[in-house]
């Protein structure tokens, strides 16, 4: 039986998962909590083999609860929680050392893989997680000075298209053209040698401008 803590501060979630699996599915959750402080004090009390994390708490959030946990010296598997698909929070959870990753709107069979997976030390993303984020975990990467080549401007640009702008938001943002911003687009594609948007936010994660 996999046992299950999960760190939320949405009660109706936490027992909504809860009831969702059944003896036969061999996951059980086991604590809840919605403070991120409490996780410590589960630990050392209970046997836990995979936490279920919200990554937006008040109180604690999500990387930083991480955070204190492997400060601590545990060493359980975290499978992140989130509405949002944002590239900045994915990268976050990955450096401080999450094992996977999955939407709220997922599916039981999809969270019970998920946690399944994680259980197993395997790496788990939603498959709404985009290409460019599993191309960072994997840890692609491709010449540093192409980077350098990149102006002021085009960087600001990449941090705007990883928020998922498009070019019509981003020039409202600069109060510029919508013109020049795709102008701007494929000088920056052509510069780091990417066909698609996709990769150029992968190659820009890679050499942590975002």
Not at 1 to 21: N, P, Q, R, T, Y
Not at 67 to 94: C, F, N, R, W
Not at 102 to 113: G, H, M, R, V
Not at 165 to 184: D, Y
């Amino acid at each position: 039986m996999i046992k299950i803590l999960i760190v939320d501060d949405h009660h109706l979630f936490a027992e909504g998962v809860k009831s969702m699996f059944k003896s036969e599915d061999n996951i059980e959750v086991t604590h809840y909590t919605a403070n991120g402080n409490e996780v410590l004090h589960l630990l050392s009390e209970h046997e836990i083999d995979v936490i279920l994390m919200d990554m937006s708490m008040p109180i604690l959030d999500g990387i930083a609860t991480m955070t204190l946990i492997k400060e601590k010296g545990y060493d359980v598997p975290v499978l992140m929680l989130t509405m949002h698909q944002s590239i900045k929070q994915v990268k976050g959870a990955l450096r401080k050392g999450a094992q996977g990753y999955i939407l709220k709107d997922a599916s039981k069979a999809e969270l019970k893989q998920a946690i399944e997976l994680t259980s197993q030390r395997k790496n788990y993303f939603h498959p709404k997680i985009s290409d460019q984020v599993f191309d960072y975990f994997r840890g692609k990467s491709s010449s540093k000075n192409e980077m350098n080549e990149l102006s002021e401007r085009e960087i600001e640009i990449i941090k705007y298209l990883a928020d998922g702008r498009n070019s019509k938001a981003i020039a409202e943002s600069l109060f510029i053209s919508e013109h020049t911003v795709k102008t701007h687009r494929r000088n920056i594609m052509h510069k780091l040698h990417v066909k698609t948007s996709a990769e150029l936010i992968k190659l820009a994660m890679d050499k942590e401008i975002i």
